[in-house]
């Protein structure tokens, strides 16, 4: 018996749910160039789905394209169940708003919020109602009589999303929604921007190169790079679970090694690393054939670093010395030398004070390393 309630948070593994947009082999070209290549891609209603990618990977054409402002080369976009291909911007059920916000300058900030209602013909009263509940909503009631020039950066964005929202879109298109902001704001704003969509429900479609931002905010990420997507999943599945070595390096830190499979296991496989030379024990099993080239990837807070020697041989461990400590207060990082060249990059917390002044762990000193065997993950690209 399946309980609705198990994928009220996580629709894309209900069998039976319908995904509210549908990205179906859809292209841009811009001249010979491939701007989007050939992506498919499903969004679900209440989501909030981030394009994460490097600058110029295609984000904000596919972006435009949802919103009808790019018309695709080929494939379809179905919102809603509704093919969009000749559907107008205006006519979709989405709204836009954009990096720089483009509030009017010369209207206050409840006209700015207001206006694509009166531009809509909308009722005087009516207007007047949703513009304060929504002014509300983004905590700027008090500054309805305000000017853009009048605001804080972070006012400015909470009055564009109001001014977004206020028409009562299905779908939120944001690019770049904080990228204006200084870093101590964003984070702030992030959780404003998820509390908002959680209380309206609205769908939001969210594009940022911050990969912090996008693992704060979504329930899923595409990352994507050269016009196509290279993973599509819940920020854990991956941040602890990526698929290319791309995906490893672009989320987070990863410390990835070149190696062979030396046995392929039921429920593990064994990798021979040469560089550090060192046998990775990972406990889940891979369909691979023994001798294949592979890379290991090791995220730095998986590693443990200690002045004594935890366990023998050298499967999940190597011996190494501290090269470069990097003292962040709340945690540190070294760089351990392993082998002749190669730097393993590990995080720790630093819940101990020094004592006299003197760190637990010190540069040039012997160290040992080493990881659970569920920590490492095996990628095949
Ligand atoms: N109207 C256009 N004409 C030609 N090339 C474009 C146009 N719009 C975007 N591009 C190109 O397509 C690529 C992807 O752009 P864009 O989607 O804006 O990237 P992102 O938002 O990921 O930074 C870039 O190389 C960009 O120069
Ligand atoms: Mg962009």
Redesign the pocket.
């Known amino acids: 018996m399946v309980n609705a309630a198990e994928y009220e948070d996580r629709p894309w593994l209900d069998p039976e749910a319908e995904p509210f947009i549908k990205v179906q082999s859809v292209s841009k070209q ?2 010979d ?1 491939t ?1 989007v290549d050939s992506v498919d891609l499903e969004i679900y209603k209440g989501e909030l789905f981030c394009l994460l ?10 972006l435009r394209m949802l919103a009808g402002f790019e018309t695709p080369s080929s494939g379809s976009i179905l919102i809603d169940g509704v093919n969009m291909n000749d559907v107008p911007p205006y006519e979709r059920p989405v709204n836009m708003m954009f990096q720089s916000y483009a509030l009017f300058p010369h209207m206050s900030v409840e006209k700015n919020v207001g206006y694509g209602l009166r531009r809509d013909g909308v009722a005087v009263s009516e207007i007047e109602q949703r513009v304060q509940e929504m002014l509300a909503m983004v905590e700027l009631s008090q500054f309805a009589k305000r000017k853009p020039h009048q605001l804080s950066g972070g006012q400015k964005q909470r009055v564009a999303l109001a001014r977004a929202l206020v028409k009562q879109p299905k779908v939120l298109l944001l690019d770049e929604p904080l990228g204006a902001l200084d870093k101590r704001l964003r984070e702030q704003t992030q959780y404003e921007l998820m509390n908002i969509q959680e209380q309206l429900g609205v769908t939001f479609v969210v ?1 940022t ?1 911050d990969q912090e931002e996008a693992m704060t905010l979504s329930t899923r990420i595409a990352v ?1 790079d050269t016009g196509r997507f290279q993973q599509i999943g819940t920020p854990t599945e991956i941040y602890e679970f990526p698929n290319s070595r791309l995906v490893a390096n672009f989320i987070g830190n990863a410390n990835m090694f070149e190696g062979r499979v030396v046995e392929n296991g039921q429920d593990h496989v064994i990798v021979e690393s040469r560089h550090p030379e060192c046998n990775f024990y990972v406990d889940h099993g891979m369909s691979i054939a023994e001798g294949s080239k592979v890379w290991v990837a090791l995220r730095p807070e998986k590693v443990m670093i200690s002045k004594q020697q935890t366990a023998d041989g050298n499967t999940n461990t190597v011996k190494g010395m501290v090269h470069d400590i990097g003292y962040l207060g709340g945690t540190s990082t070294y760089r351990v030398k392993v082998g002749d060249e190669h730097l393993v990059e590990i995080t720790s917390p630093n819940q101990l004070r020094p004592k006299d002044g003197n760190p637990p762990i010190d540069w040039d000193e012997e160290v040992y390393l080493s990881w659970e065997p569920s920590s490492s993950v095996v990628l095949v690209k």
């Open positions: 811009f001249g160039f701007a990618g490097g600058s110029g990977c295609g984000k904000s054409t596919l594009v190169h994507m």
